[in-house]
């Protein structure tokens, strides 16, 4: 098994595909490389539950015919599309980008918002909170305004649009960490973490650490079993 990262990109925008790239292979810190496969079928910006739900398949078919040649895989669009059918289907860990943010924002029973540019992505947002078990720690999603991919397109809006949705998280919700919503948000996470001293959590790396200790923890066990043998 080559000892790299498949990281999916469920959108079919390559820009976006290097830019996660970049910030994975960074956040795995040397441990392993990261590669990176685009979605074809979806399309650049996922902004809507009908392309979330559409791009699902798709994850599923890039995950299975690549998982020989991986030792895990990241799904990373923020509503985790085919997750859990990949899951089943592979051998190796497989985690989501939603799925490890929020269980990292939520330790120690921290409350915690979200802040995004995907409105229509809120219901999802918020039933993956509730299949994780942490709707009760959800504090709130709070989207910018506008046409997503346009902000998207202009980095320092796109920044200044998400810190105002930060601070709303944080003073008019109580939360004690804040996500930032999408994969394609990932420089913007970034220039918010050093803003503020309430935690700013940035999707990518959590998925990159989550899959390292996964893949830490199958490396540990056939020792520890004969260990105790």
């Known amino acids: 098994m080559s000892r790299h990262i498949l990281l999916i990109n469920p959108n079919s925008s390559q820009a976006t595909s290097a830019m996660m790239q970049a910030i994975a292979q960074r956040a795995a810190d040397g441990a392993m490389a990261v590669t990176v496969v685009t979605a074809r079928r979806s399309p650049a910006m996922i902004v809507t539950e009908d392309d ?28 985790d599309p085919g997750l859990d059918e990949l899951r089943r289907r592979v051998e190796i860990p497989v985690t989501g980008i939603c799925e490890a943010s929020m269980r990292a924002a939520a330790q120690g029973g921290r409350p915690f918002g979200v802040a995004t540019t995907t409105p229509l992505l809120a219901g999802v947002i918020a039933a993956r909170a509730a299949a994780l078990g942490l709707a009760e720690r959800l504090t709130g999603i709070r989207c910018t305004a506008g046409d997503p991919l346009a902000l998207s397109g202009d980095k320092a809006a796109l920044t200044l649009a998400l810190g105002e949705m930060v601070e709303a998280c944080i003073a008019a919700d109580g939360a004690e960490a804040v996500i930032i919503g999408g994969g394609p948000l990932g420089e913007a996470a970034g220039a918010l973490q050093a803003r503020y001293t309430t935690p700013i959590i940035s999707p990518i790396p959590c998925a990159i650490a989550s899959l390292l200790e996964q893949m830490n923890a199958r490396q540990a066990a ?7 043998g």
């Open 52 to 79: 979330l739900l559409a791009s699902a398949a798709e994850v599923v078919e890039i995950g299975r015919r690549h998982a020989a040649d991986c030792a895990g895989i990241v799904v990373s669009a923020f509503g």
């Open 222 to 228: 056939p020792a520890a079993a004969a260990a105790g």
